[in-house]
């Protein structure tokens, strides 16, 4: 089994829904349009009968430490390069913070596991 501590960084990385100067972003359900938007770009072979009702594992929606957020995995870029540009594009365009994830919560799930 490969060291949970090991330096592989993150492969995902954080919009949140607050501005540059503190401000909360607005409409306020952002992510659940831009995720929605994003929901057509899964894995290959996980669509399925009710798949259009749910989001992409690569862009979904998320509270982070009181803030709603969306969660971008990077694979996103291998898969359709365009859905990744526009999801970076847009955080970009509304001066939304961009936070790179960091591996604690796996390396934490992995100890628990133990």
Partial sequence: MADPFSATPARE??????????????PSDWTERLCG???????????GPNSHLQ???YVRPAMLGGIKSVVVNEDLRNIEPLAYHFVVD??????LQIVAACRTADVLEKKLER
């Fill in 90 to 95: 847009f955080a970009k365009d509304n001066d």
């Fill in 13 to 26: 990385f954080f919009i949140q829904g607050i501005t540059s100067d503190g401000k909360p972003f607005r």
């Fill in 55 to 57: 989001y992409s594992p």
């Fill in 37 to 47: 938007a994003m929901s057509c770009f899964r894995p290959e072979g996980s669509r």
